[in-house]
C-alpha cells in the first residue's frame, strides 16, 4: 500500500471542509432565512453568492418549510 503524503491529507481536509461549508449554506439559508440579526445575514449572503450559479426561481425549486434552497 502506498504512503500518503501529509499533503495529500492538507489537500483532502482542505477540500472536505470546503464540500461540507458548501452544503451546510444550501441548507442554513432557508432554516435561517427569518432570523434576526447576524444569521439573518447569513441567509441573505448565502442567496446572493448562490443566485450567481442558480436562477432561484420560487416554482422551479426545492423548498425547506416555506423557504427555497440556496440552489436548486
Same mark, same amino acid.
Given at each position: 500500500?502506498? *504512503?500518503?503524503?501529509? #499533503? %495529500?491529507?492538507? &489537500? #483532502? ?5 470546503? $464540500? &461540507? ?12 432565512? @427569518? =432570523? ?5 445575514? &447569513? !441567509? *441573505?449572503? =448565502?442567496? !446572493?453568492?448562490? =443566485?450567481? !450559479? $442558480?436562477? %432561484? &426561481? @420560487? @416554482?422551479? !425549486?426545492?423548498?425547506?418549510?416555506? #423557504?427555497? #434552497?440556496?440552489? $436548486?
Amino acid at each position: 500500500m502506498a *504512503e500518503v503524503k501529509r #499533503y %495529500q491529507k492538507v &489537500i #483532502y481536509f482542505a477540500i472536505l471542509a470546503f $464540500c &461540507i461549508l458548501w452544503c451546510a449554506a444550501i441548507l442554513i439559508a432557508p432554516l435561517w432565512h @427569518d =432570523s434576526p440579526g447576524v444569521r439573518g445575514t &447569513i !441567509s *441573505e449572503y =448565502s442567496y !446572493s453568492f448562490f =443566485s450567481k !450559479s $442558480c436562477h %432561484q &426561481i @420560487d @416554482d422551479r !425549486s426545492f423548498h425547506l418549510g416555506l #423557504y427555497k #434552497y440556496g440552489v $436548486c
